[in-house]
């Protein structure tokens, strides 16, 4: 069960549970003095790379796996909120449901939101709207020492300029 809070007014079951996630992983990585390794691997992942380093060591593992869920769609302001795991073909039926599409749509389902921030996802829309970041307003970031920033063009803008092509 996820406690609400007062703050948690006007704010949809999904984005409750995402503060209560959140606020989690900045616990378990709060005053950890050792290495965090992040898990996002989910069952049906289209990473072909050796992850297997991630399972040596003595760092904490925070595991992002299931923070798969579209939050809200917003219609009116042409706004999607969305978790990093949340794979294209979530993402676009979400959105047609509001006669909306994400300006720069990868072309494999599985590409999560995570992954095309993250790897500069470019695709046939590219040449008109950039890459996937590009159609973002604003990036909720989890950072190493555990605390959250939230980043845009306004905001933080040396951690969102950094973002599109680092891989995490």
């Not at 992002?64 to 809200?72: E, P």
């Amino acid at each position: 069960p996820v406690l609400t809070s007062p703050c948690d007014s006007g704010l949809l079951p999904k984005e409750i549970l995402h503060r209560a996630r959140l606020k989690k992983v900045e616990a378990d990585i709060a005053g950890f003095d050792g290495g965090v390794r992040v898990l996002n691997k989910g069952p049906d992942s289209n990473q072909v790379h050796d992850t297997s380093y991630k399972q040596r060591g003595a760092a904490r593992a925070i595991d992002l796996s299931r923070w798969s869920d579209v939050l809200r769609v917003d219609a009116a302001s042409m706004v999607v909120h969305a978790e990093p795991m949340v794979k294209m073909q979530a993402l676009v039926e979400a959105t047609l449901k509001h006669g909306m599409l994400p300006r720069v749509l990868p072309e494999f389902k599985h590409i999560t939101v995570g992954g095309a921030i993250m790897g500069a996802a470019l695709e046939s829309s590219s040449h008109m709207h950039g890459d996937f970041l590009d159609g973002c307003r604003a990036v909720e970031l989890l950072l190493g020492d555990g605390s959250v920033a939230w980043c845009s063009r306004t905001e933080r803008t040396d951690l969102f300029d950094a973002l599109s092509g680092s891989y995490g």
